[in-house]
């Protein structure tokens, strides 16, 4: 049903399959370029900050690659009304919508039943012409909730529920931190819309390249930062002015990507005073926030607090060692009591991880690799089977993992416990890696390889912190190891 006009002249799968190598190449570069600090690690691993920044897309992009369920939280949504004398709408339906019968049969073959706890309370400001409000507009929103709580879903049915296919140009633009992601949303909107045959959705991703002086007729544009400006300015592709419904998803990536918000900012001066502007994102640190306010005028607010993580329900364990083939030893000694469940373990860098799968499968175990030079494609891949079940024990770095959500996990090695790049104890990475939310509250069990007084100091500051004691464990009493495993 969707299709790019015939003068577009990249083939989108492919496209998104090339790109996928890119981001492996680029983060394979160890260099620092002109303007990124270096992030120096151990091992002579050496990162930029814009490679960081790169990792943020690339962990989105994995965790709605390997996502199949919706997010679901206990946690109430805060609403923060434009009007806060007007009733607060919450829809527990799609129906209550009025959605055109089109979109709401592509809303249930879909699979979705009702709305998430995040569209309960976005979707009603989104559609306030179809609920019969006063105002004669539908209002502008800034929502943030962690992924996978169905963020995505509900600015497409905004976008949708509003384009008029018979009007052939733009009328929705969306705007996504990276190409692959603008793909993944592109997905969805043509998902959801297929049962608009006449719908079509343009891609404003570099590489795409137009014949000057063209007009696109798609009603619907996703696309990057930079090339949504060259395509409503210089190029003059798109017609700004007729645009009624504008998205910036993914804030806190995009943000964090130079130049984007700039890019952002002059995109949204260009379209018109009544147009709807809608800001998703997964966190909302002052950066985000600053942003958002600059871009959507009179908003209303939306945020769903992310279910706290706690250690109240591990067991946390350090075993004291010289040196990294010490660390080894212990670790082999314990491999036994660890697999009984899935385990995870955590080094610092990607060449500690790599040498640790090498000696452990050297050793006769089956563990997994999940290391930042592999292809994104191969990261899905490797979690999935995790996920499954086909691998008990996932040896990674940090960065790799995190923000992935693996709920069966019970059982965390630090094999380098976690430190921040000035070498202090980071403690939030601690805890979102062993920590549980109430949901998943079963019981874990934490063990910290301990190399030396410097790494035994932050050991002692992480108790500290947390105000939870961390017991010593012998790994060369069988008993002991026993006892930890049950
Ligand atoms: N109302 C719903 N009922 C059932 N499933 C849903 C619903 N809304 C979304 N989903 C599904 O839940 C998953 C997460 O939704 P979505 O991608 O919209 O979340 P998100 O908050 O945008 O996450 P991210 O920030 O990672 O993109 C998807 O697989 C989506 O198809």
Redesign the pocket.
Known sequence: VFSNSESEIINLEEGFSLQLSNLHLKEEKTKPNTNGAIVKTDDNAEKTEDEEKEDRAAQ?LL??LI?????DTTNQVEVLQRDPTSPLYSVKSFEELRLKPQLLQGVYA???????K??ENALPPCFLLLLGSAEDSPQNLIAQ??????????FVLAMLSRVEPGNKYPQCLCLSPTYELALQTGK?IEQMGKFHPELRLAYAVRGNKLERGQKISEQIVIGTPGTVLDWCSKLKFIDPKKIKVFVLD?ADVMIATQGHQDQSIRIQRMLPRDCQMLL?S?TFEDSVWKFAQKVVPDPNIIKLKREEETLDTIKQYYVLCNNRDEKFHALCNIYGAITIAQAMIFCHTRKTAGWLAGELSKEGHQVALLSGEMMVEQRAAVIERFREGKEKVLVTTNVCARGIDVEQVSVVINFDLPVDKDGNPDNETYLHRIGRTGRFGKRGLAVNMVDSKHSMNILNRIQEHFNKKIEKLDTDDLDEIEKIAN
């Open positions: 989105s965790n709605k996502r199949s369920n919706l997010v879909m699979g979705f039943n009702r709305p998430s995040i569209q909730s962690q992924s996978g709580t169905g963020k995505t879903a509900a969805v993914e998703f997964a």
